[in-house]
């Protein structure tokens, strides 16, 4: 799977598209998923043609499921080289009270992993913490953040402070301003 998605990095960098790998591959990346099962990959909505010409021509399409969920504006599924990958633009989860519109862009990158000479960029942990509050079934993901960040420090109150602007259910703007809160005390 990490060949699949360097051979995805090189290609989505050569054309110098905004894009990181969110989901189970990042949270691998800071020890808290064990196996990533896909790929999932968010891009910048100016670029998001670009890439799916891009992913089309080195995989197989999959026809689009839409999930009641979610209200994302470009969602794509390819197999490429065996492997799931999921690609998102314009993500917007639908909640309680209403929609998340997500703001995925340059500042939403938060490092990059280094694979073979190819720089693959990562979503924040602070973004993911707030999604997967969002996103039915995972809570385990939610404490497994909630706990790095705690014992890590957030290293990104930006983005929370950005998160806390959107349309958020007061239970998780709760959450996110405990956690914003707390990083501001120890900087």
């Known amino acids: 799977m990490l060949a699949t998605l360097r051979q995805i990095a090189e290609q989505l960098n050569s054309q110098q598209l905004v894009w990181a790998v969110g989901g189970s591959i990042m949270l691998s990346h800071y020890g808290l998923a064990q196996e990533p099962n896909d790929i999932d990959l968010l891009v910048d909505l100016k670029d998001i043609a670009k890439a799916d010409e891009i992913l089309s021509s080195v995989g197989e399409k999959k026809n689009r499921v839409t999930v009641g ?16 990958v999921d690609v998102m633009s314009g993500l917007a989860i639908n909640h309680q009270a209403g929609t998340l519109y997500y703001i995925f862009d340059e500042q ?56 806390l602007r959107l349309n958020l259910p007061d239970d998780v703007r709760a959450n996110v301003y405990r956690m914003w809160a707390g990083s501001s005390r120890t900087t």
Do not use: C
Request: proline content about 3%.
């Open 69 to 84: 969920q979610y209200s994302t504006k470009y969602f794509y599924e390819y197999v490429i080289n065996g492997f799931d």
């Open 108 to 163: 939403s990158i938060a490092g990059y992993k280094e694979m073979g000479g190819i720089k693959v960029p990562l979503n924040s942990l602070e973004d993911w913490y707030v999604l997967y509050q969002l996103i039915s079934g995972r809570h385990e993901r939610v404490d497994a953040i909630e706990g790095y960040l705690e014992s890590n420090g957030v290293t990104r109150p930006d983005l929370l402070i950005r998160m």
